[in-house]
């Protein structure tokens, strides 16, 4: 039978590589220029027609193959988050930040493959006429998952974890408050705006800069 000593099992845990605070920055990165090149490609008006799907189908390309990386690098940072909690971390909220974090980037990656699939459709017509409500349908479905369902999850994990932060005091109190605030314009809000969405990944930027600093400060 195999015996461990308690000095092989502390070199044996597993502990958080100290570049993984950087998972966040890079998730509001690819996130950001994911969502500009969707947006940008995609218009707002649902009366626009369907012109757009043909002019912004390499910008909407582009995305789909960012937004993958981009998910991955926020799994890390819930993870980063976990870590940086500890023993603290509460049961449940601690569910409810973890939750509301998956159905989040589950929403988005649904709302992504809408476009996905409208540009494979697109592509697999070339030459026929496209068919607008199918075009109308699939921008709205697409809308609503990302702009209504995704934000409102993304605010209550901001909230989740603004609360959890309260009570241990784990980051700074303006921090805190920063969180309530941008959550509750999450939550509040429905725009359409770019400028609204873009809140989530820059607070993911703000806290994963934080987190890195504060680690920097325990190696020096």
Known sequence: MLNIS?????NRRLT?????????????????????????????????GIEWIERGASRISIALELMPFAGIAF????GVVRDRLGRYEDQFFSTVFFGSGLLFLAMVFVS?????GMIAWYKL??????????????????VQ????????????FMISLGT???????IPRWLVVLTYLLAGTLLIIINLSIWITLI???????????????????LT
Do not use: C, H
């Open 6 to 10: 308690g000095t092989d099992m502390d």
């Open 16 to 48: 958080t590589p100290r570049a993984a605070a950087i998972a966040g920055i890079l998730f509001g990165v690819l996130f950001t220029t994911s969502l500009i090149l969707l947006r940008s490609a995609i218009p707002t008006d649902p009366n626009s």
């Open 75 to 78: 799994l890390w940072f819930i």
């Open 112 to 116: 992504v493959a809408i476009a996905g």
């Open 125 to 142: 017509n070339l030459g026929i006429t496209l068919d607008s409500q199918v075009i109308y349908f699939g921008r709205s479905l697409m």
């Open 145 to 156: 998952f990302s702009n209504v369902y995704a934000l409102r999850m993304a605010g209550v």
């Open 164 to 170: 959890i932060w309260l009570r241990t005091g784990l």
């Open 200 to 218: 989530f990944p820059v607070w993911v930027i703000i806290i994963s800069v934080e987190t890195m600093i504060l680690k920097y400060r325990r």
